[in-house]
């Protein structure tokens, strides 16, 4: 058990519509990653938070938005949904924005667009 | 820009075979490169890390050599088990731990 919890565990919904994915980060870890895996994509870097702020935006649609809270939970908002959509969306956790502090990966919430 | 190249799978071994997955990288400077494994249904944890050229990282009986000359980082073991069947991720820092994955290797241990 990585510590970090994502919920729902599977969303499924249709095209046009808006989610939101919820994580709750290992107990005092301050960053929050945020990753997309698709078939065809493989495993894509999302959005990276630290104890609230913004730090980093990878492959993120403009469709998609992300926010960290006081208590350090986040959220990832998909709206406008498209088939393409449909993946598994990870949240990951760390202890500090700084490089080599280990990731932990929740286990997922699998999203399908019909 | 940073990339991660990854041997294709599926790969399918018997037990007590060697492994080996290829891995190679593209990256500005020296990162951090990592080897994560995924569980069916499971997140992705940390296999092993080096930081550095000549660096070997290693956990679990698995190994791998950071080798600046041939921008490399591939993973071996020398006598896999069921219990090891999983896919496979190498994963480069491209800074501020924003990891970089290549596309996963699916490996099959058969008794």
């Known amino acids: 058990d990585s510590g970090v919890t994502q919920t729902p565990k599977h969303l499924i919904t249709a095209t046009g519509q808006r989610v939101t994915l919820r994580c709750s980060p290992r107990s005092g870890d301050l960053s929050v990653y945020w990753y997309q895996q698709s078939l065809d994509q493989g495993l894509q870097f999302l959005i990276h938070y630290y104890n609230g702020e913004e730090r980093a935006k990878g492959n993120i649609l403009e469709r998609f938005s992300a926010q960290q809270f006081p208590d350090l939970h986040s959220e990832l908002n998909l709206s406008s949904l498209e088939l393409g959509d449909s993946a598994l969306y990870f949240c990951?956790?760390?202890?500090?924005?700084?490089?080599?502090?280990?990731?932990?990966f929740g286990n997922g919430t699998r999203l399908t667009v019909t | 820009g940073n990339s991660v190249t990854q041997m294709e799978g599926p790969v399918t071994l018997s037990e007590e075979a060697f492994l080996t997955i290829n891995c190679t990288y593209t990256a500005t400077g020296y990162p951090s490169l990592f080897w994560y494994v995924q569980y069916p249904g499971e997140g992705l944890q940390l296999l092993l890390k080096a930081t550095k050229a000549d660096d070997k990282g290693s956990n679990k009986g698995f190994e791998a050599t950071y080798r600046k000359e041939t921008t490399s980082f591939h993973l071996e073991k020398g006598s896999v088990q069921v219990s090891d069947s999983a896919v496979y991720f190498c994963?480069?820092?491209?800074?501020?731990?924003?990891?970089?994955f290549g596309t996963g290797t699916r490996l099959t241990v058969i008794p």
């Open positions: 994963a480069l820092n491209g800074g501020a731990n924003n990891l970089f």
């Open positions: 990951a956790s760390s202890a500090t924005q700084g490089d080599n502090s280990p990731l932990h």
